[in-house]
């Protein structure tokens, strides 16, 4: 059974900073192609961040310079850092794992508000 996990969700004031993690099991982790996206009210999900088996790494304009995606196959953990965050930053942040198929986890909620 596959699962990924997400945490470290919460609430930040703008300017803050957050740490994600993504927690798989159930997939040989190192084959994925890691990835984080994010819903907020109303939106529709877009991509956030990619980090590819040779940690490659890409992400969406608005947060390039800001996020950093990381990954740990020994602890098939992905990581979303997020550094100057700004109140359009907030939404629900979900992990996606993708090879042949992909998944989804259920998502962290991450408000940026003073």
């Known amino acids: 059974q596959v699962q990924l996990v997400e945490s470290g969700g919460g609430l930040v004031q703008p300017g803050g900073s957050l740490r994600l993690s993504c927690a798989a099991s159930?997939?040989?982790?190192?084959?994925?192609?890691m990835g984080w996206y994010r819903q907020a009210p109303g939106k529709e999900r877009e991509f956030v961040a990619s980090?590819?088996?040779?940690?490659?790494?890409g992400y969406s304009e608005s947060v390039k310079g800001r996020f950093t995606i990381s990954r740990d196959n020994d602890k098939s953990t992905a990581y979303l850092n997020m550094n100057s965050l700004k109140p359009e930053d907030t939404a629900v942040y979900y992990c996606?794992?993708?090879?042949?198929?992909?998944?989804w986890g259920q998502g962290t909620q991450v408000t940026v508000s003073s």
């Open positions: 996606r794992a993708q090879y042949f198929l992909h998944y």
């Open positions: 980090i590819s088996r040779g940690y490659d790494t």
């Open positions: 159930g997939i040989a982790f190192s084959s994925y192609v």
